[in-house]
Structure formats: structure tokens, C-alpha cells
């Protein structure tokens, strides 16, 4: 196990394993992406109420949901690289945050275009909005910190404890934000209770939802390799790699 | 009598850089240890290593014949002085030396008119450190290793920026601090007037091996 | 003399040759909140809705303004690599060190905000709760802003970064000193209420960024 643990933080073997297995992840991800997309898009049943426009949470819930994971996913990487000073942790933790930023900003988008047609507008500050946009504030703020240092090992350590100080804070901020919102405007918009869904409608959803996690899975690990690539373009073995 | 400190092969990297390696020294009670080599071999950072800035060290350091785990250190006991001189510059003179003797573990008997008056900063007492020029600065930050009851001295280039007045000065009190029983580790580019060791920083002078 | 007293010492006398360090903050605050009348052409009733949220801004910036470089003089002068070098806890320093800063930015501020209240037509009985949630909440932003100023204590030019990545986490308290000065406005009993929730994020606050700060200082030490 400890041996598995530390063959993971070297950046050479983890750049060989994702080699071999970025295909298979590829074709889950592609498959999963279009059998959802297609099913959701195409043959799931219309919203009686939404019409078509409620489609659009094919690609919503399941943006939503990396959004906020990846923040954790971020934070375990920097707690491991702040603990066990693991390379490969710290590449995780610098290339998973703009992805993240990528999909909570998706979520948005996608939430603001849903708003349109369904409420008759694109942005209202609600709770789960509002949260979600701090959500993205805070990606930016471990984006924004990580540039600012030139020294690598240092922006990725105070990356990490900025990350770890979110986590902490996540849960005080959709909290406040969300008790902060029932204060004021006490069940005027229903929006984030979902009646139940009908199968029909909740398995292409699943779908959905596997299919974007492997996408972003897939995404981390491409960005990963091309960063190690860039850090490790000194050593031997990615100079063989390129002579090949 | 056991060894004050003692190195077994220590060495330190940052960001996979070797920053030094392979040092082997011993010091007892009243020995003074200059280190020498040329500008990047890793002096600097081997003293902040002895001094506990640094943690995550390879090798072995023993205290008092003690091997030192990792994390652990013998912090009371040491007294470091370096580039950046850890005095305030919007304090005066006096109340810098009243937080030295104040915070870090000091010798009991000496009070802080005796040290003034050792480091001829007497006169200026009252002054604040901003007014103060780089010689004296540099008086005024030793006074914290007079004050200190630290047995080991770290001194990282004490003679910068100081007049031949106060290399005396500081020559003085290394003899003096090593005569009580102390022991001084120091780099510097000067020769210097005591009886001290010398190390190589492995891998930069003749005797050193190559790696 | 103990070693934290001779460190509060220190401090403070560092505080105390430097006034502007406390009057600035009043000084801005006073200054910025006399300007909204000025500019916003605002009956008085309207001027007292808009007043927590002119608050609630001027106390957030003045908060992020004491914060930034709180920690660089220490650090560039070597004094924090003596502090962890010496066999005190750096927990208990760090957040001596905020505290003592708190005291002499935000609890003086702390102490006009009545006075900025009072501009903006807030009603006469919230003159201790103006006092009370603003010496909370800059004990509490200020803590927060701490962590900022020790991860980015190497770095220059640092205030639209320190708002940057502090600002997100500042939410809380931001929400909860708006529901303060609102239920304040209006008269509600509910302000206690809050004003203890206030109280009891803030203690949180104090008790764990101490921590923050110093590991943040230390991994800025280390790689000099």
C-alpha cells in the first residue's frame, strides 16, 4: 500500500500509468457524455411545466455537482502535498484549479440560461446562486495566489493551506448565505426544490453526471501530463521521451 | 565529555536541489567551527538547519550526543545571528535589548547596562534603531547573543558592514563566549583573529570529495 | 517579566510610535462615510437603509487595509525566523500579535463607529450595537485577513490579491453584520441573537487562524 502510495507521487510513473489508461477513460467519458447527452437531449420526456428548456440540467446538476467536489478533490491534493511533500499532489492541486474554476463557471452559465425561459431571468440572487458564485471567487483566489509567486514549491504550498482554510469555511459560507436568504425572502422562489423526477428523466441525469465526472477526471490528467512534462523537461526520461 | 553538536552526513535539499550534502563535524564546549567555502555552497542554509529555521534535514544531527529527531530541536539552547539582524527599527536601542533579554532565554546575572556598556552603544540607548547606522545595527544585534545563556552561537557573516573597531569588538566576544565554556559555528569571507576549526563545505574545496 | 508579556510589550510600543496606524482607519472611515450623503442626494430615511451596507463595506476595507503587510516588517527584518527559532509557541505569538493589531485598528474604529451611525441617520438605540458588531467583526476580518497577509508575505503590492483570495471567506461576516444593522434599523429584539452568533464565528475565528498563520509564516521561511 505505502509502496502503491509512493509510486503514485512520481510524476515518471504516474506520466506511464495515465498513458495507458487515458484511452480507456477517454472512451468511458466520450461514451458516457454522448449516451447521456443523446437520451437527455432527445428521448427523455418534455417537463411538463419547463417545456424543453429544463434539458439544459443535463449539463447544470452535473457541473454543479464537480464544482463543488473538485474544491474538496483540490483541497485533499494540497493537504497530502502540505503532509507528505508529494510531487505529483502539488501538480494535482496547481492543475485542478482553474478546471474547477471551468466548471463552477459552467454551472453558472448554464443555471443563468436555464433562468431565462423558466423564471424570466437570467440572475437572481438566491442562496444556491449566490453560493456558487463565491464557489468560483474562491477558485480564482487560489488561481490568482498560485500566479503570483514565482517559486513553484511555495505557490503550491500556500495554494494548499488557502485550500484547506476554504474547506473550512465552505460549509460557514453556504450556511450563512443560505440562512441569509430565508431572512429575506421566506419561500418566494421555490427554485431549488425538485419535485421528484420521473425515471425516465433521472437516468439519463446519472448518466450525465458519470459521464462529466470522467470528463473531468480525463481533463485533470491531461493537464497533469503536460505539466509534469514542463517540470520534468531537465530529467532523462522525458528527454528520451522527446527524442523518440 | 559529550560533543555540544554533531553532524553525521547531514545534508538539505529544497525543490529536489541538493542545497548541501555529506557534512560531518563535531563541536564540543569552547570551540569556535568556521565553515568556508565559495558563494552557493550551502553555509548560509547550514546554519539555518543548526538554528531550527529549517526542518526536514537529512542525515544525523545529534545534541549533547542526543541524535535530534525530526521536527525536534534544541531551540533554547541556540543564538543566531544572520543577514537580517532581527532588530526593530521603530524601537529603541534599550527596548530592543529589553526583548532580547525579556523573550529569549537569557543569562540571568548580566543586565542590559553592562551590555550597553559592553557594546558601546551607551550613548545611544534612547536612540531608534532607524537612526542607527549598519555598524551599530549590527552592535546592537549582537548585544542579543551576549544576553542570550544559548550555549552555541550561529553566526552567519558577523563582520559585515562592521569597522576594524568592531571586528575587534565581535572577535572579543567569540573568544570570550568560547573561554565560558561556549561554543561558536560561523561563516565568513574575513581571516579571523581566533583559534577556531575550519570545514569545507563538501564537494567545493581540495579535500572535499567529489559527488 | 514573562516572555508573552515582553512581546505584548514589544508590540504594543511598536503600535504606539506608529498613531497613524490607528487614526487612519477612523480618518477613512469618517471621510468615505460622509461622502454617501454627499453623493447619494438621500432623504434621511433612505440614507439609514443604505447605512449598513456603507458600513459593512467601510469596515471590510479598512479591515483588508490594516491587514496588508502585517507581517512584512517582521519577516523582512528577520524577526520571524527568531520567533519560530525560539522555544515559545507560535500559536500563542501570532495571535498576541493580531490581537494587539486588532486593538488598535478595529476596536478604535470600533469606537467612532457609533459616530458613522449617526451620519447615515441610524436610529439612536443602535449606538452599542454599531459598537459591539463592529468590534466583532474587524476582530473576526481581521483574523481572516491575517491568513492573507502571512501566505502572501513574500510577495509586494499585495492589496488586490489579499481582497482577492480573503474576500470569499469574509462571507459569514458580511452576511451576519448585515442582519445586524438591519435588525438594528428596525428596531428588532432579534439583534442579540445574532450579535451572539457573531460573537461565537468570531471566537472560531480567533481560536483556529493563529494556527493558519503561523504554518503560512513558516513554509514562507522555509523557502528563503
Same mark, same amino acid.
Given at each position: 500500500m505505502w509502496q502503491f502510495f509512493h509510486k503514485l507521487g512520481s510524476p515518471k510513473w504516474f506520466y506511464n500509468i495515465s498513458g495507458k489508461l487515458m484511452p480507456y477513460l477517454a472512451f468511458v467519458a466520450i461514451t458516457l457524455l454522448v449516451v447521456g447527452a443523446v437520451w437527455g437531449l432527445a428521448f427523455a420526456p418534455m417537463d411538463y411545466k419547463q417545456g424543453n428548456s429544463f434539458r439544459i440540467i443535463y449539463i447544470h446538476v452535473p457541473t454543479a455537482f464537480i464544482a463543488l467536489a473538485g474544491y474538496y478533490l483540490m483541497a485533499i491534493a494540497g493537504a497530502i502535498s502540505l503532509i507528505w511533500r508529494m510531487k505529483m499532489a502539488g501538480i494535482m492541486l496547481k492543475v485542478s484549479a482553474p478546471i474547477g474554476a471551468a466548471m463552477t463557471f459552467l454551472a453558472l452559465f448554464t443555471g443563468a440560461v436555464w433562468g431565462k425561459p423558466t423564471w424570466g431571468t437570467y440572475w437572481v440572487w438566491d442562496a444556491r446562486i449566490t453560493s456558487m458564485l463565491i464557489l468560483l471567487f474562491l477558485y480564482l483566489g487560489i488561481f490568482a495566489l498560485m500566479q503570483a509567486f514565482t517559486r513553484e514549491e511555495l505557490a503550491e504550498k500556500s495554494a494548499a493551506i488557502l485550500a484547506l482554510v476554504g474547506t473550512v469555511n465552505i460549509p460557514i459560507i453556504y450556511k450563512s448565505v443560505d440562512w441569509w436568504y430565508t431572512l429575506h425572502q421566506p419561500a418566494t422562489l421555490k427554485l431549488t426544490e425538485k419535485p421528484s423526477m420521473h425515471p425516465d428523466m433521472l437516468w439519463p441525469l446519472l448518466i450525465m453526471i458519470a459521464g462529466v465526472y470522467a470528463f473531468y477526471a480525463l481533463a485533470v490528467i491531461l493537464h497533469a501530463r503536460v505539466e509534469i512534462l514542463r517540470r520534468e523537461k531537465k530529467t532523462g526520461w522525458v528527454q528520451a521521451l522527446v527524442k523518440q | 565529555m559529550p560533543s555540544l553538536v554533531s553532524a553525521n552526513d547531514l545534508g538539505f535539499s529544497r525543490e529536489e536541489k541538493v542545497i548541501f550534502r555529506g557534512v560531518d563535524f563535531t563541536i564540543h564546549a569552547g570551540e569556535i567551527l568556521k565553515i568556508t567555502g565559495p558563494n552557493g555552497a550551502g553555509k548560509s542554509t547550514l546554519l539555518k538547519v543548526l538554528a531550527g529555521f529549517l526542518t526536514g534535514f537529512d542525515g544525523e544531527l545529534s545534541y549533547q550526543g542526543e541524535p535530534l529527531e525530526q521536527g525536534g530541536h534544541f531551540y533554547a539552547d541556540v543564538c543566531y545571528l544572520g543577514h537580517q539582524l532581527g532588530v526593530k527599527s521603530n524601537l529603541t536601542v534599550y527596548e530592543n535589548m529589553a526583548f532580547f533579554r525579556d523573550f529569549f532565554p537569557s543569562n540571568p546575572v548580566l543586565s542590559i547596562d553592562e551590555v550597553l556598556d559592553q557594546m558601546q552603544l551607551w550613548r545611544l540607548q534612547d536612540d531608534l534603531v532607524s537612526t542607527l547606522s549598519a555598524g551599530q545595527r549590527q552592535r546592537l544585534a549582537l548585544s542579543r547573543l551576549v544576553l542570550s545563556q544559548a550555549s552555541l552561537w550561529l553566526l552567519d557573516e558577523p563582520f559585515t558592514a562592521v569597522d576594524v573597531e568592531g571586528i575587534g569588538l565581535i572577535e572579543r566576544l567569540i573568544a570570550q563566549h568560547a573561554s565560558r565554556g561556549g561554543a561558536v559555528v560561523m561563516t565568513s569571507h574575513h581571516t579571523v583573529n581566533l583559534e577556531c576549526k575550519h570545514l569545507a563545505m563538501p564537494g567545493f574545496s581540495d579535500q572535499g570529495e567529489d559527488q | 517579566m514573562t516572555p508573552w508579556l515582553a512581546f505584548v510589550k514589544k508590540e504594543c510600543l511598536q503600535v504606539i510610535r506608529k498613531p497613524s496606524a490607528s487614526l487612519l482607519p477612523i480618518f477613512f472611515s469618517l471621510m468615505v462615510t460622509s461622502l454617501f450623503p454627499m453623493v447619494l442626494n438621500l432623504s434621511e430615511q433612505q440614507l439609514q437603509q443604505v447605512a449598513p451596507a456603507v458600513l459593512i463595506m467601510i469596515l471590510l476595507l479598512s479591515a483588508l487595509m490594516t491587514t496588508e503587510g502585517l507581517f512584512q516588517a517582521d519577516f523582512d527584518d528577520g524577526t520571524t525566523a527568531l520567533l519560530f527559532a525560539s522555544p515559545h509557541s507560535?500559536? !500563542? !505569538?501570532?495571535?498576541?500579535? %493580531? !490581537? %494587539?493589531?486588532?486593538?488598535?485598528? &478595529?476596536?478604535?474604529?470600533?469606537?467612532?463607529?457609533? $459616530?458613522?451611525?449617526?451620519?447615515?441617520?441610524?436610529? =439612536?438605540?443602535? $449606538?452599542?450595537? +454599531?459598537? $459591539? #458588531?463592529?468590534?466583532?467583526?474587524?476582530?473576526?476580518?481581521?483574523?481572516?485577513? #491575517?491568513?492573507? #497577509?502571512? +501566505?502572501? $508575505?513574500? +510577495?509586494?503590492?499585495? &492589496?488586490?490579491? @489579499?481582497?482577492?483570495?480573503?474576500?470569499?471567506?469574509?462571507?459569514?461576516?458580511?452576511?451576519?453584520?448585515?442582519?445586524?444593522?438591519?435588525?438594528?434599523?428596525?428596531?428588532? #429584539?432579534?439583534?442579540?441573537?445574532?450579535?451572539?452568533?457573531? &460573537?461565537?464565528?468570531? @471566537?472560531?475565528?480567533?481560536? +483556529?487562524?493563529?494556527?493558519?498563520?503561523?504554518?503560512?509564516?513558516?513554509?514562507?521561511?522555509?523557502? =528563503?
Open positions: - | - | 507560535n500559536y !500563542l !505569538l501570532y495571535g498576541t500579535k %493580531v !490581537l %494587539v493589531s486588532w486593538f488598535s485598528s &478595529g476596536f478604535m474604529l470600533s469606537v467612532f463607529a457609533p $459616530v458613522l451611525g449617526f451620519i447615515l441617520h441610524m436610529p =439612536q438605540h443602535s $449606538v452599542l450595537t +454599531l459598537f $459591539v #458588531a463592529f468590534a466583532l467583526g474587524s476582530l473576526n476580518l481581521i483574523f481572516l485577513g #491575517a491568513v492573507g #497577509a502571512a +501566505l502572501t $508575505v513574500t +510577495l509586494r503590492n499585495t &492589496g488586490m490579491l @489579499l481582497i482577492f483570495i480573503i474576500l470569499p471567506m469574509n462571507v459569514p461576516v458580511l452576511v451576519l453584520l448585515a442582519a445586524i444593522l438591519n435588525a438594528s434599523n428596525q428596531g428588532l #429584539a432579534v439583534v442579540s441573537n445574532y450579535l451572539a452568533l457573531l &460573537g461565537a464565528l468570531t @471566537l472560531m475565528t480567533t481560536f +483556529l487562524t493563529p494556527w493558519v498563520i503561523s504554518a503560512a509564516l513558516k513554509i514562507n521561511l522555509e523557502s =528563503q
